[in-house]
């Protein structure tokens, strides 16, 4: 076959960016490989451009379906196959959130499920709070932490997780929420940085018109952030967010955006 | 089982080279987060080369078990964590689209046209990341030509010979117009990091 046949037009070094684009047929890559172990320049050019063929894996994130995870786990390790049931998956989401340590202080004494109506009546709402003021424990939530983004979009891949988007006039939030594992966090773009000692602050609104915060972050230097919310989803209403001292734990200012349901 | 989650050693989270290397040493809960630190990238590139669900999933698993068994092989000083593990997916998501190339008749699926990504509520969170719009403004400083062949070879899963059939060019003139778009892809993301 021409498979063996040595074609005198083609530099192998000339292959390096299609066996970094994996574009190159079986032919080619085996030139390439055999190439590839004696070419410090091809090694470099490899190197060096690795990095920038990973960013375009980067333009689009999808959260995959748990089963995946279950199917992947169940392949490799045999044992302990997650039943696909709401109770298995509070359980995965409580190991993981143990695992996180002091990040997520999960409420394990207090599971439930939030009915599958209400969840999806979330709607969203603009302005609504105007029963802020009313006295409630404090509730000291400052979380931010690296990989709190990442506990978010965990918390976004749960079977049950809802999201909503917050009307904000400069930049991005939405609120994810999954109430199987009482969880609710922020991940937000694009947001103006807050004036000096003021941050982001979130505030859980409860069913008996009462407030208490949820926590309070301050945008990275992209205008990005994530939290996970402190805030037991039981008896809430919604959540507002206002700009002000992380320290109050009353709201002194109207809110900027807010969620209900 | 063998390894359960330890509540212990969560004090510091740990990055995801030493991720790799705890589970080239059998640690199964280590492997558990590294996939669910890259799952939503790796699943949203496969989606994009195979659209369809079903065989991004199973290219996704493909490529997180070879992640599995090869973490031995994982490098930190030659790539990052995250372009090692999406090179991997990249590869199994581009072999699989060749196969059922293969399976159907020769021209039909990359005339296809584009097909909807899919667009629940959780797509629409994670399209929210900086990172991504980072990348989509470094592609658009590209020419359309450069834009179309990085598409073509990365996304669609063709080869450099099929791109320059398909755009009717030299051989040549596809490994080129690929290795400038890469070059020049590079320095935009440098100049917006
Ligand atoms: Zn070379």
Redesign the interface.
């Known amino acids: 076959m021409t498979n063996q046949e040595i074609d005198p037009t083609t530099d192998p070094h ?1 292959l390096v ?2 066996y ?6 079986q032919h ?1 890559l085996q030139r390439f490989t055999d190439h590839l172990g004696d070419c410090d320049y091809c090694q470099q050019a490899i ?19 748990q ?3 279950d ?3 169940a ?3 045999g ?2 196959v997650p039943a696909p049931s709401t109770s298995a998956d509070t359980t995965a989401a409580v ?2 959130g ?5 990040i997520i202080q999960l409420d394990s004494r207090r599971r439930w499920v939030w009915p599958a109506a209400a969840a999806a009546a979330f709607v969203l709402l603009a302005g609504l709070v105007t029963t802020m003021g009313l006295n409630q424990s404090n509730n000291e939530a400052q979380l931010l932490a ?2 709190q983004a ?1 506990l978010v ?2 918390l ?2 749960s079977p049950d ?3 909503m ?1 917050m009307n904000l006039a400069e930049g ?1 939030a ?1 609120v ?1 929420v999954s109430a199987a594992t009482n969880q609710a966090g922020v ?4 947001l103006p940085a807050p004036p000096t000692g003021q941050k982001y602050h979130v505030w859980t609104i409860k069913d008996d018109g009462s407030v208490t915060s949820a926590g309070s972050f301050a945008p990275d230097s ?3 952030a994530a939290l996970i919310l402190q805030t037991q989803l039981a008896d809430a209403t919604g959540f507002a967010v206002t700009v002000d001292d992380p320290s109050l734990t009353q709201p002194t200012s109207a809110p900027i955006a807010a969620v209900n349901f | ?2 390894s359960e ?3 212990d050693e ?2 510091v ?1 740990p990055s995801a080279d030493q991720l790799l290397a705890s589970c080239a040493a059998g640690d ?2 280590a ?3 590294v ?3 890259f ?7 496969a ?2 080369v195979l659209r369809d669900e079903e065989l ?2 199973d290219a ?2 493909e490529a ?2 070879q992640v ?1 068994t090869e973490a031995s092989r994982f490098d930190p000083v ?3 964590a ?2 090692w593990i ?2 991997i ?3 199994r998501a ?1 072999d699989r689209v060749r196969r059922e190339e293969a399976d159907r008749r020769r021209g039909q699926v990359w005339g296809a046209g584009q097909i909807e ?2 667009h629940d ?13 980072r ?2 403004s ?2 658009a400083a590209l020419s359309p030509i450069q834009r179309q062949a ?1 598409d073509l ?2 996304t669609r ?5 099929q ?1 320059a059939q398909q755009l009717d060019i030299p051989l ?1 003139t596809a ?1 080129t117009r ?2 400038d778009a ?2 020049r ?2 320095q935009e ?1 440098e100049v917006t990091a």
Not at chain 1, 50 to 64: F, H, I, M, N, Y
Not at chain 2, 39 to 44: E, L, M, P, V
Request: hydrophobic share 40%; no cysteine.
């Open positions: 000339d960016t299609g970094l684009l994996d574009a190159l047929d080619e190197a060096d451009l690795s990095e920038t063929v990973a960013d375009l894996a980067g333009t689009s994130r999808v959260v995959p379906p089963s995946v995870e199917k992947l786990m392949s490799l390790f044992d302990e190991e993981q143990e695992s996180v340590g002091e690296d990989g990442q979009l965990d976004a891949a997780a809802q999201s988007k991005e939405t994810v991940l937000a773009t694009d992209d205008g990005s | 089982m063998q989650i330890s509540t969560a004090e989270d199964r809960a492997f558990q987060k996939y669910r630190m799952s939503a990238t790796a699943y949203g590139l989606l994009r991004a999933q996704l698993q997180f078990t599995w030659r790539a990052s995250k372009a999406m090179t997916v990249h590869r581009v990504t899919p509520s959780v797509a629409e969170i994670v399209e929210l990341n900086a990172e991504h719009r990348v989509r470094a592609l990085l070879a990365y899963g063709m080869t450099q010979t791109i040549g490994k690929l290795r890469l070059q892809l590079r993301m």
